[in-house]
């Protein structure tokens, strides 16, 4: 006669999502999942007589955080409040190229973007669009 008896010993505190009623850890860690912002935001005029507006392109410096996996641009009319950023385009690179835009007075954003999709804070710069005229 033997008998094989396999047992387990549950507690409700062994559970992840209870952590907060009984810390595993002496001190909290404090873990940071914001995103680094880009930063340098230029704009350069190509001159490109093919639209409607002086075309240009955007330039920015990396954001140093290695969790960017892309750029978010946006713009919005200066006059606008900053609930009102409208995104024209992502990119992986660290330029854009911004064609075909009314004339008019504009702040351009570019923001970091996870794999996550969390955004980092913006970096901005005004710029106006003037039309150009073919001679």
């Not at 992840?16 to 912002?37: G, H, K, L, M, R």
């Not at 641009?73 to 409208?86: G, I, R």
């Amino acid at each position: 006669f033997s008998v094989k008896v396999k047992c387990y010993h549950f507690q409700s505190g062994f559970l992840a999502w209870n952590v907060q009623d009984d810390t595993a850890y002496s001190i909290i860690p404090e873990i940071d999942f914001s995103v680094a912002a880009p930063t340098s935001l230029t704009f350069a005029a190509s001159g490109n007589q093919l639209y409607g507006t002086s075309a240009g392109k955007l330039t920015w410096t990396a954001s140093d955080d290695i969790s960017a996996k892309d750029y978010v641009v946006e713009a919005k009319l200066s006059t606008e409040n900053d609930n009102q950023y409208q995104q024209i385009g992502s990119t992986v690179n660290t330029t854009f190229d911004i064609l075909g835009m009314k004339t008019a007075s504009y702040i351009f954003s570019v923001r970091a973007r996870n794999i996550n999709n969390r955004l980092s804070d913006r970096v901005t710069l005004q710029q106006s669009l003037q039309r150009t005229q073919l001679a």
